[in-house]
Nanobody
Framework: QVQLVESGGGLVQPGGSLRLSCAAS????????MGWYRQAPGKERELAAM???????TYADSVKGRFTISRDNAKRTVYLQMNNLKSEDTAVYYC?????????WGQGTHVTVSS
């Protein structure tokens, strides 16, 4: 089992920045993928960014150039730095840990971009 706890969400004005954190605990494997997904009201959950255990990153087109995913292995934490936030970034952001034997989700953190 893997437990994920997200933090860092909140209210920010358009053009502002936030950094989300996802702390992992439990039994982690050598090969895995961790990602940030988001779900806006009335929409399906979608991938925002992900990073593999070999540090390959993938971003949704809508966040490229604005969001950066990174990880700190010592802290077992994955971060999502979000810059130049837009109203359409408003969503619940979920952390995901995926390995060959299963997938785990955090409880989500709310991000609201509004003036």
């Amino acid at each position: 089992q893997v437990q994920l706890v997200e933090s860092g969400g909140g209210l920010v004005q358009p053009g502002g920045s936030l950094r989300l954190s996802c702390a992992a605990s439990g039994t982690m494997r050598t090969i895995y993928v961790m990602g940030w997904y988001r779900q806006a009201p009335g929409k399906e959950r979608e991938l925002a960014a992900m990073i593999t255990s070999s540090d390959t990153t993938t971003y949704a087109d809508s966040v490229k150039g604005r969001f950066t995913i990174s990880r700190d292995n010592a802290k077992r934490t994955v971060y999502l730095q979000m810059n130049n936030l837009k109203s359409e970034d408003t969503a619940v952001y979920y952390c995901n840990y995926r390995r060959s034997s299963g997938s785990f989700w955090g409880q989500g953190t709310h991000v609201t971009v509004s003036s």
